[in-house]
């Protein structure tokens, strides 16, 4: 069955939302990281 890109587009998150989301996350790991050691 075919989807509308458009509408799964619509239901997923903002794309640059998530590649914000996942610097964030990538720089608090990279915190502690470096804090522990």
Known sequence: ???DRR???Q???D???I???YAD???GMRR???SSS
């Open 1 to 3: 069955m075919h989807v």
């Open 7 to 9: 509408i799964v587009r």
């Open 11 to 13: 239901s997923l998150p």
């Open 15 to 17: 794309r640059r939302e």
């Open 19 to 21: 590649d914000r989301n």
């Open 25 to 27: 996350a990538m720089q």
């Open 32 to 34: 502690s990281l470096t």
